[in-house]
T-cell receptor
Framework: SAVISQKPSRDICQRGTSLTIQCQVD?????MFWYRQQPGQSLTLIAT?????????ESGFVIDKFPISRPNLTFSTLTVSNMSPEDSSIYLC???????????FGQGTRLTVV | GQQLNQSPQSMFIQEGEDVSMNCTSS?????WLWYKQDPGEGPVLLIA?????ELTSNGRLTAQFGITRKDSFLNISASIPSDVGIYFC???????????FGKGTRLSVIA
């Protein structure tokens, strides 16, 4: 397993602004992902954060809206850009530490856009 | 992409009762994972299944990987108040990662 720290844990933001969420892992991991969980819903994959290269985005998510960085094997950031109330969700960082697909999650960032 | 259908959506049970929930897919999965999410927290892995027919236990939790590789179930025996939460099934989208999730089963336990 891995210990995953996400910051901030929650925030209330004005529409039109941007928020950067940080994910720090206590050990080097092979894969890092960002998920979105809308209120009362399941988890939807936003993108795979690739170390040293551009993230791989899922259908419906674009780099201009959700830029992602992964400068090394233990850290990644997700930015939610030009926010609107529809972006109000929980954003979750997830990691895979080995060859098995078992993923571990941070505690999430609860974002409210007003 | 692959979709996971989870049922029931929600359950209200008495403390001490057993619980069963299941997950089905339109396509074959090579791995089934069960997670629990408490309010304000990220999902926590409960059980991982890697072989068709596999039956695995973790304390009061038991999960099985269906023979057809298109379904899995999770049982909780003798439920207690701390079992309250949302239970998700999940599996790799393709190859080994990343995971797709079912819609979840919201469990409420009445003392």
């Amino acid at each position: 397993s891995a210990v995953i720290s996400q910051k901030p844990s929650r925030d209330i933001c004005q529409r039109g602004t941007s928020l950067t969420i940080q994910c720090q892992v206590d050990s080097q991991v092979t894969m890092m992902f960002w998920y979105r969980q809308q209120p009362g819903q399941s988890l939807t994959l936003i993108a795979t954060a690739n170390q040293g290269s551009e993230a791989t985005y899922e259908s419906g998510f674009v780099i201009d809206k959700f830029p992602i960085s992964r400068p090394n094997l233990t850290f990644s950031t997700l930015t939610v850009s030009n926010m609107s109330p529809e972006d109000s969700s929980i954003y979750l960082c997830s990691v895979v530490t080995g060859e098995l697909p078992e993923a571990f999650f941070g505690q999430g960032t609860r974002l409210t856009v007003v | 992409g692959q979709q996971l259908n989870q049922s029931p959506q929600s359950m209200f049970i008495q403390e001490g009762e057993d619980v069963s929930m299941n997950c089905t897919s339109s396509s074959i999965f090579n791995t089934w994972l069960w997670y629990k999410q408490d309010p304000g927290e990220g999902p926590v892995l409960l059980i991982a299944l890697y072989k068709a027919g596999e039956l695995t236990s973790n304390g009061r939790l038991t999960a099985q990987f269906g023979i057809t590789r298109k379904d899995s179930f999770l049982n909780i025996s003798a439920s207690i108040p701390s079992d309250v939460g949302i239970y998700f099934c999940a599996g790799p989208n393709s190859g080994n990662t990343p995971l797709v999730f079912g819609k979840g089963t919201r469990l409420s336990v009445i003392a």
